[in-house]
């Protein structure tokens, strides 16, 4: 896809753009990585999106609302709580709900019923 599409590969952790994007989606992604990559991936995100970012992480609140079925999920994948993902974005990004974050660095306004 990268030599087809000119697309480029890189890690959530490190990939640099020279400038941001309107729309970065990260899914399945984070609970692969440790902590402290995670943590860094976190910010680089914040790093390369101005707009919209869609993310989609299995946290254990998923599990421990029953919504995962352990049988069949990878094991190892290094779950955290939701909480985590929130405290990180929070300074960042405001939830809009359905998995997409809003930049704080957008020129958007949210009316009073597209906010959670």
Not at 55 to 64: K, Q
Request: charged share 20%; net charge neutral.
């Amino acid at each position: 896809m990268c030599e087809k599409y000119g697309w480029e590969q890189g890690s959530v952790v490190d990939y640099a753009s020279k400038k941001p994007f309107d729309l970065v989606i990260c899914q399945g992604v984070l609970p692969y990585l440790d902590k402290a990559d995670a943590k860094r991936a976190l910010l680089n995100l914040a790093s390369l999106c101005s707009g919209a970012l869609y993310l989609e992480a299995v946290t254990s609140d998923d599990v421990d609302a029953g919504v995962i079925d352990t049988k069949r999920t990878d094991a190892s994948m290094q779950l955290r709580p939701g909480s985590f993902y929130k405290r990180a974005l929070a300074p960042y990004f405001q939830h809009v709900g359905g998995g997409v974050w809003l930049s704080r660095r957008a020129n958007a306004v949210l009316y009073h019923l597209e906010q959670p």
